[in-house]
């Protein structure tokens, strides 16, 4: 079973910074890709930004130009920085690894932006 722990959420005023990271139990080499979603109160959960083992990003056109997905194989750490925080980024924002049937999630961790 792989763990995924995500870790550096908080509570931030709008216009700031945070950066998120997810610590894997294993090799994040052995996933095809890794991501991060989030979800809000009555909302569904939203892809935010993933990364693939050939380092190609993908952005949910809400944060592009300001959150950046980035990882670090040798930590087997992925991390999304989130610069120009707005209220609307509040969520609960979850990692996620992909394997060729399935995948897995961690915890989740809260971001909270006010205003």
């Known amino acids: 079973q792989v763990q995924l722990v995500e870790s550096g959420g908080g509570q931030v005023q709008a216009g700031g910074s945070l950066r998120l990271s997810c610590a894997a139990s294993?090799?994040?080499?052995?996933?095809?890709?890794m991501g991060w979603y989030r979800q809000a109160p009555g909302n569904q959960r939203e892809l935010v930004a993933s990364?693939?083992?050939?380092?190609?990003?993908n952005y949910a056109d809400s944060v592009k130009g300001r959150f950046t997905i980035s990882r670090d194989n040798a930590k087997n750490t992925v991390y999304l920085q989130m610069n120009s925080l707005k209220p609307e980024d509040t969520a609960v924002y979850y990692c996620?690894?992909?394997?060729?049937?399935?995948?897995?999630w961690g915890q989740g961790t809260q971001v909270t932006v006010s205003s």
């Open positions: 996620s690894a992909r394997i060729n049937i399935g995948g897995f």
């Open positions: 294993r090799s994040i080499l052995s996933f095809l890709s």
């Open positions: 990364i693939t083992n050939g380092d190609s990003t």
